[in-house]
């Protein structure tokens, strides 16, 4: 087997199921069609060969009841059909004799022959001795090199003790014209039958695979927040189907709950003993006492990021979850502005209503929020923000704001854990480094340039839940 088919085969088998249907029911009905058409051919062929030749036979019967012998004389019946007296009409008769060696020699022969004889071949003769009183059918010619199909048949006439050859041809022309008109006829037939099998199988196969149309519609709304469970009716077929996916989602679900729970224990777990810890360093002052004091700190801080990661990452498994752009926006800024009211920060935020976070909400407050509270700390009065569709499946949201900005070059660094680039502003180092962490926990990303109003800005990229 070559490679060939053997891709072709393998991409049939990746297609979609209404092509493959299609393709199947397609080829096996053109391969019947066009069986259908060899057959209907060969079967009018024979058809208009039966009936021609029948026509010469009965030319054969109508010379040998009239053929007489006087004096030893051979004489043929007046024929009725006018084309017989008309030279090289293409119909033609002649009554031969035979000699021993399958050798003919004419004796009476149609006027529409002018001075030529039919030639009739040695093993046509020979049969037709074989089968006397029965037609023997053959190719030929007539004077003109036309072709010709003709019939013998060897017979006694009274008077004469050797038996003669009756022989009568007429121009095949008509059967081959009829034959392809006939091909014309049939092959036109059948290929707006076949035209009209495959439409008919396309939308046969559109009807009955509706259902898992449907079923692929109504996954594609869970996936994506606007439905909680499947609740179409499906055929027998497809039920079982529909159930075990629900299953699906309840079972992840539950896992995604199992794991919140788990860090959420996890999480009391660890933050006990690090806060004794870190109070009992402090109520004894001391060397060892700033060793622990910093390791726990250092060692609360690892919990914190890594409990942050788990519990983002099992929420972007999460199916359905939906979170509204425009809503976390409109409460942050207000936050926002409160908390930076010192400064007179405003923040100039824009999303459109319909667009949504695919994902908690919790989530998207923390990327959100930890970019403004970057930019409130920096900026010295503005700050804008922007939230926008990139496609179906992604959103990205922008923040600029009026500060001193960031050079190029030291852009990666606000992006590493517990990185600060002065030391003397607040917050702990974190911000961007969680947005980063968060975002990329969604499949998304983080991108900062240079903002119009001169200071940094902030790009994330988020996935996007349909409306």
Known sequence: MSRR??????????????????????????????????????????????????????????????????????????????????????????????????????????????????????AVVAQARATPGKSVFFDTVDPRGKPLHAAAQLATVPGRTAPVLFMAAENRESIDQAAERFVYIIVGALVVLGGGLILAVYLQVRVGLAPLFGLRREVALVRRGKAERLVGVYPAELSPLAGELNALVAHNQDVVERQRTHVGNLAHALKTPLAVMLTEARQTPGDLSDVVERQAAAMQSHVEHHLRRARAAARAQTIGERT??????????????????SKGVTIDWRAPDDLC?????????????????????????????????LDVDWLSITVEDDGPGLPAERRGEVLKRGARLDESAPGSGLGLAIVDELSRAYGGEVALDDAVMGGLKVVVKLPRAET
């Open 324 to 341: 509204d752009v425009s809503q976390v926006l409109d409460e942050l800024s207000i936050t926002m502005e409160r908390i930076f009211q």
């Open 5 to 122: 088919p053997r891709l072709w085969f393998q991409r049939l088998r990746r297609s979609s199921l209404v092509l493959r249907l299609v393709m199947l029911a397609g080829v096996w009905s053109i391969g019947m069609l066009v069986l259908a058409g060899f057959g209907l051919n060969h079967l009018f062929r024979e058809a208009a060969v039966q009936r021609f030749e029948a026509g010469l036979e009965e030319s054969i019967l109508g010379l040998q009841a009239e053929t007489t012998v006087d004096g030893g004389q051979l004489y043929a019946p007046p024929m009725t059909d006018v084309r017989a007296y008309r030279p090289f009409s293409g119909f033609y008769w002649q009554i031969a004799g035979v000699t021993a060696e399958d050798t003919t020699s004419p004796l009476v022969r149609s006027r529409s022959l002018w001075d030529s004889t039919l030639a009739a071949p040695a």
């Open 357 to 389: 976070f695919r994902g908690e909400r919790q989530d998207l407050q923390e990327v959100v929020g930890n970019i403004l509270e970057n930019a409130g700390i920096w900026c010295k009065r503005r700050i804008k923000v922007t939230a926008e569709p």
